[in-house]
């Protein structure tokens, strides 16, 4: 994810202070798919600011706490070409889907089947839990949204329901104890797996 389009994509719609842009952030529900430390974000504000993208429009003086000011910041016009070329590079990104749990399958076998089930049944947890909030966010703002951001959220919940039947096949095949068996080739496996590898390079 690229922070920065995310900053000057807010600041397209409106001028703002990074407070501003973080509670927009967790308003939209942006937080459930695009994780942000608020250190990063403050780090790249103030890198956009040095690049001469954004620029100080106000600054309000907060009353007592020792707080720090807020700064409301505006793109600029250098902002508003490097925006564009974000939105561009964003849009010619490929990518292939990668849960998490892709790295350990391959030696899944070797684990604790009591572990493994348990795990599978958390992971399928969350992502009931985050399909059904989105499914909420959809259901109370989907009137209100720009198409782009409804067509967002919708593909939320299309990746989360394809997650949740792949997780309920692992949950399956853990219980049935396939997930666990011994796997060793014959040799005449060995020699149908090479000719078929053979062919596919061809």
């Not at 564009?84 to 849009?91: G, I, P």
């Not at 703002?141 to 394809?162: N, W």
């Amino acid at each position: 994810m690229s922070i920065r389009l995310l900053i000057l994509g807010l600041l397209m719609e409106r001028d703002m202070h990074p407070y501003e842009i973080r509670q927009t952030i967790k308003q939209r529900n942006w937080n459930e798919s695009f994780k942000l430390r608020d250190g990063s974000l403050y780090y790249a504000v103030d890198q956009l600011r040095e690049d001469g993208q954004i620029e100080a429009v106000e600054v309000i003086a907060n009353q007592g706490n020792n707080r720090p000011d807020k700064t409301i910041y505006r793109i600029t016009t250098h902002g508003r070409e490097a925006f564009l070329k974000l939105l561009e590079e964003q849009f010619k990104l490929t990518s292939y889907p990668q849960h998490p749990l892709f790295l350990a399958m391959p030696f899944v076998r070797h684990g604790d089947p009591g572990m493994i089930e348990d795990l599978i049944m958390k992971q399928l947890d969350v992502c009931e839990t985050r399909v059904a909030r989105m499914q909420a966010v959809l259901e109370l703002k989907a009137d209100f949204l720009p198409r782009g951001s409804l067509l967002m959220i919708q593909g939320f919940i299309q990746f989360g329901e394809t997650e949740k039947l792949w997780l309920l096949s692992l949950l399956e095949e853990a219980r049935s104890g396939k997930l666990f068996e011994a796997h060793k080739l014959t040799n005449e496996q060995i020699e149908l797996l090479e000719s078929r590898v053979k062919e596919f390079k061809k």
